[in-house]
């Protein structure tokens, strides 16, 4: 009896102690301390049974520093060992799968947290949510954008890139040649605390670099907190951003439960300091306003909040900006952009395009960055509000977040922790392009292969409309520049008295490529004979048809461009039929063909003669009583048109 009531003691003592390992775990949770607290829960896990509580604080933990591997088995775990979770584990499930690219098995648990979510907005049509449609997201192959990871990154957490003028404003962690002292690291990823930089912006042959990179004032910037996520006013005079809550000794201040909000403040600029920071009024130390962006006119600020009210876990928020300098009500931008997710880190465009990071919708996995068209959208405009994903390559498997662009130059920024970078966030430099290549070739002489001078080339589009003219010097080269990726053509080579030649191409997405398409125009003249394709009559007609005119056109060409050449026709037709019969039909042939030249302003003594031969010169073995196939018969149905002077 004794041994057995040492036994219980001894388990009542180790699962005492997995209780408070998994509280002190907890208390390095709440502080962000993600990497410190995973360790203590694994720990706790050896002590006790894998609770419910253990497995996903455990995920969430690598989920909020963005090892996803590591988050979607103890996410695996934790759905499988309690099949009533909250469903918002299966979304975040949903969300590690997805930036491994399972899209299949995302699509399963999808269905399954819509299910148990019917009116969730996050996921707007399942049906979209397909595998077709993720790989359009991730197809770069017509997205002409090149990407650069900026030299002023560290290992460190670098991110939200903002232009003004000849700066580049960042938030970056306090660089320094080595950290010694721990005060200075944050705990959530033992990283330096957050800072606003600015850099110069320098541009030399089209490409921008970034000097004199340095912290902006101690005004503006703590030592012991975060600042950051910057949006400047059009004349350059107030600067809003984002700070943690602090009390007057710039200290972080907290709530009861142990949180500390975000809060936007605003600076003054007073010659080239910032100075004057005063927090916004509709800052609440119950809920968190950060990320600040003004609209183009600067009357409006926008910003992401998690006060109670919304639609979400973050929404996105505007607030007026009085001509008096106070503020507005702060208003939910609604549920055309909001979800039960997470809206974060908005940015207006010139153009007045809303971008903004989410993590609904259909995404490739954590927070994706979307544009909209509701902030172009007026009072009483029946336009349809869009959210469309930008996909890759700005989106990635990863966070993707801090969109800026200059829709002017289609240049700006953007910050994600995707593979390859220099550290936890970098911030990325895009410039938008038009894809171009060249079409290039020579024009040649079919019958010499020698290359033909004079030539008109033209390149037209899908649609038939000429985009360019080019006329060949004696090397018979010709040469389109900036001719679109990826798009159908039609080049065309015509020099008179010789018949054009029209060839299509199609171009390859890939920039800077050239095509090569050499171009052989047939010459009407051979010896002393102009030579054109075959002109057809209907049976037993001699009148032109459309089909023959259009052919005669050549014989008209040679003959304006030559105006002393002298001809004779002659009209041939094959074995079949009476002799005589096709002595006749000939004939009248013979002067049909005639007469539509005269008719197109041929003189009349310009044509010698119009005589129809019948069958009297068959040119092969198809004679009378001789079996032949169509084509060999049709050798023989011909019109000549021999040239009878020195025309030169």
């Known amino acids: 009896m004794k041994m057995k009531i040492t036994a219980y003691l001894v388990l009542f003592l180790f699962v005492q102690q997995a209780v408070a390992q998994t509280k002190v775990a907890d208390n390095f949770f709440r502080d962000f301390s993600y990497e410190k607290a995973a360790e203590l829960y694994k720990e706790a896990i050896k002590k006790e049974d894998s609770t419910e509580h253990i497995l996903k604080r455990i995920g969430d933990c690598y989920f909020n520093i963005s090892q996803l591997e590591k988050a979607e088995f103890w996410y695996n775990k934790a759905i499988n060992k309690y099949p009533a979770i909250d469903t918002e584990y299966i979304y975040k499930y949903v969300q590690t799968l997805r930036s491994q690219k399972k899209y299949e098995l995302a699509n399963d648990y999808l269905r399954t947290f819509n299910n148990r979510n019917k009116k969730d907005n996050r996921i707007k049509n399942i049906e979209s949510f397909n595998i077709e449609n993720y790989n359009q997201l991730t197809n770069t192959e017509k997205v002409y954008v090149e990407l650069e990871n900026l030299p002023i990154n560290t290992k460190y957490s670098d991110f939200g890139g903002y232009e003004f003028k000849d700066k580049l404003y960042y938030y970056s962690t306090w660089v320094k040649d080595s950290i010694t002292d721990e005060n200075e690291l944050y705990d959530w990823n033992n990283e330096p605390f957050l800072n606003i930089f600015e850099a110069d912006i320098k541009i030399e042959n089209a490409i921008k670099s970034f000097d004199n990179s340095k912290k902006l004032n101690a005004t503006v910037n703590t030592k012991d907190d975060h600042e950051g996520l910057v949006t400047i006013t059009n004349d350059g005079k107030t600067m809003y951003f984002t700070r943690n809550n602090v009390n007057k000794k710039e200290k972080r201040k907290y709530s009861k439960e142990g949180t500390s909000f975000l809060k936007i403040y605003k600076a003054t600029l007073s010659g080239n300091t910032w100075t004057n920071v005063t927090e916004l009024p509709f800052n609440n130390d119950a809920y968190s306003c950060g990320a600040p962006a003004l609209s183009p006119d600067n009357k409006t600020l926008y910003f992401v909040s998690d006060m109670s009210g919304g639609f979400g876990q973050t929404d996105l928020y505007k607030v007026a ?53 509701l902030l172009k959208i007026k009072k009483n405009d029946t336009t349809q509000v869009y959210i469309k994903n930008l996909g890759a390559p700005f989106n990635s498997p990863y966070d993707d977040f801090c969109f800026f662009i200059d829709t002017e130059t289609q240049t700006g920024y953007l910050s994600s922790n995707r593979e390859g970078g220099q550290g936890g966030d970098d911030i990325y430099a895009f410039g938008k392009y038009q894809c171009n290549q060249t079409i290039s070739g020579v024009a040649y002489d079919d019958l010499t292969k020698e290359p033909l001078d004079k030539v008109r080339v033209v390149i037209l589009d899908a649609n038939g409309k000429v985009l360019d003219t080019y006329f060949t010097e004696k090397d018979g080269k010709y040469e389109f520049k900036e001719v679109g990726c990826d798009k159908t053509f039609t080049v065309m080579a015509e ?145 000549k048109f021999i040239i009878t002077n020195q025309y030169k």
Not at 358 to 368: E, F, I, Q, V, Y
């Open 495 to 639: 020099r008179v008295v010789y018949r054009p030649d029209t060839k299509e191409l199609k171009t390859t997405p890939i920039n800077g490529e050239n095509t090569e398409i050499d171009l052989y125009l047939k010459p009407l003249i051979i010896d002393n004979e102009i030579v054109i394709n075959p002109i057809y009559f209907d049976y037993d007609k001699s009148f032109i048809r459309s089909d023959a005119a259009y052919e005669l056109e050549n014989i008209v060409a040679v003959m304006r461009e030559h105006p002393r050449m002298i001809i004779k026709i002659e009209s041939h037709t094959d074995s079949r039929g009476r002799d005589a019969y096709n002595l006749k039909l000939s004939d009248r042939r013979a002067k049909s063909t005639r007469d539509y030249l005269y008719s197109r302003g041929i003189e009349e003594d310009r044509i010698l003669s119009a005589i129809g031969y019948g069958e009297t010169q068959i040119l092969n073995k198809c004679t009378n009583g001789v079996k032949c196939s169509d084509e060999e018969h049709e050798f023989n149905r011909r019109s």
């Open 321 to 373: 900006i009085n001509n008096d300098g106070s503020y507005g009500k702060p208003v939910n931008l609604g549920p055309e952009i909001n979800t039960e997710g997470n809206e974060k880190f908005p940015y207006i465009a010139k153009d007045s395009t809303l971008y903004f990071s989410s993590d609904a919708n259909l995404n490739l996995g954590l927070l994706d960055i979307f544009e909209s068209n």
